[in-house]
């Protein structure tokens, strides 16, 4: 039998989000810095840059599929595997990887207890895979943890416009199936821009789209009908997300690219 504090508010830490077995603990202070450090650490609480860990409660029907090397503790009667289920998938996942920046192998984890992911400093949303259709592409380098109910594939464009102009990669992680979703986002929950489109159409000016529905037909467009037009509009090419699904959009992708109030 085990007891553990992990789910009880300290106070340095707290449970601050739930959804299906994952939760993520925040540490709302960093107790443990030394004392030279103490005020750099103070201000960026108070800024939201926290430290969170990922924690995943496990049944015998069900368990999870975590990133590699991101396992920090387990409690309980589990085990380990692969989500490898032959040569072939091992090979497709290899050459996956190759084009996704993707680890191969990710850990597939069964049993009776919980799994604590390592701390990190990024943003976690927890996804329901139901709110996106039973199918998912996220950016490279975000996928943190899913139920195992969940297939993790890579694809490619569908249209030559989005793979050479998109900036968003030839290949894309895509999730398919029920469950729920962990990510690691570059910005959090709170800043992030959801839209909902029932047959119509999403254009960005940037690869600021950081998750979108499967099924949305993704291509790079001009801003005008002409060359000419777009140019003089200078706007130029834009992301046009086409169709029914939803799309989580970034502000920006990064805070330099805004101007600072000294600089206007």
């Given at each position: 039998?085990?007891?553990?504090?992990?789910?009880?508010?300290?106070?340095?830490?707290?449970?601050?989000?739930?959804?299906?077995?994952?939760?993520?603990?925040?540490?709302?202070?960093?107790?443990?810095?030394p004392?030279?450090?103490?005020?750099?650490?103070?201000?960026?609480?108070?800024?939201?840059?926290?430290?969170?860990q990922?924690?995943?409660?496990?049944?015998?029907?069900?368990?999870?599929?975590?990133?590699?090397?991101?396992?920090?503790?387990?409690?309980?009667?589990?085990?380990?595997?692969?989500?490898?289920?032959?040569?072939?998938?091992?090979?497709?996942?290899?050459?996956?990887?190759t084009?996704?920046?993707?680890?191969?192998?990710?850990?597939?984890?069964?049993?009776?207890?919980?799994?604590?992911?390592?701390?990190?400093?990024?943003?976690?949303?927890?996804?329901?895979?139901?709110?996106?259709?039973?199918?998912?592409?996220?950016?490279?380098?975000m996928?943190?943890?899913?139920?195992?109910?969940?297939?993790?594939?890579?694809?490619?464009?569908?249209?030559?416009?989005?793979?050479?102009?998109?900036?968003?990669?030839?290949?894309?992680?895509?999730?398919?199936?029920?469950?729920?979703?962990?990510?690691?986002?570059?910005?959090?929950?709170?800043?992030?821009?959801?839209v909902?489109?029932?047959?119509?159409?999403?254009?960005?000016?940037?690869?600021?789209?950081?998750?979108?529905?499967?099924d949305?037909?993704?291509?790079?467009?001009?801003?005008?009908?002409?060359?000419?037009?777009?140019?003089?509009?200078?706007?130029?090419?834009?992301?046009?997300?086409?169709?029914?699904?939803?799309?989580?959009?970034?502000?920006?992708?990064?805070?330099?690219?805004?101007?600072?109030?000294?600089?206007?």
């Amino acid at each position: 039998m085990i007891r553990t504090n992990l789910f009880e508010s300290t106070d340095s830490h707290k449970i601050v989000a739930r959804l299906g077995r994952f939760s993520v603990m925040e540490y709302e202070k960093d107790l443990s810095v030394p004392p030279e450090r103490a005020h750099e650490a103070y201000f960026a609480s108070k800024m939201n840059v926290r430290k969170r860990q990922v924690l995943a409660q496990l049944t015998e029907d069900n368990g999870v599929i975590i990133q590699s090397g991101t396992m920090q503790m387990m409690l309980g009667q589990v085990d380990a595997t692969t989500n490898v289920k032959n040569a072939g998938d091992l090979f497709k996942k290899f050459v996956g990887s190759t084009v996704t920046g993707e680890t191969v192998i990710k850990p597939h984890y069964i049993g009776e207890g919980t799994i604590v992911l390592e701390p990190t400093f990024r943003y976690i949303l927890l996804l329901n895979m139901a709110d996106w259709n039973e199918s998912l592409v996220i950016e490279d380098g975000m996928f943190l943890a899913c139920d195992d109910t969940i297939d993790l594939r890579v694809t490619s464009r569908t249209n030559l416009s989005s793979a050479i102009l998109g900036k968003e990669g030839l290949f894309n992680t895509t999730l398919f199936g029920e469950g729920v979703v962990a990510l690691e986002s570059p910005v959090p929950d709170d800043e992030l821009f959801v839209v909902d489109l029932a047959d119509d159409e999403l254009k960005i000016d940037g690869s600021m789209a950081i998750a979108w529905s499967y099924d949305l037909d993704f291509r790079v467009e001009k801003t005008t009908h002409t060359l000419i037009g777009s140019a003089a509009s200078g706007e130029g090419l834009v992301n046009v997300y086409r169709g029914t699904g939803r799309v989580l959009v970034a502000p920006v992708r990064k805070n330099k690219d805004i101007s600072t109030p000294e600089g206007r």
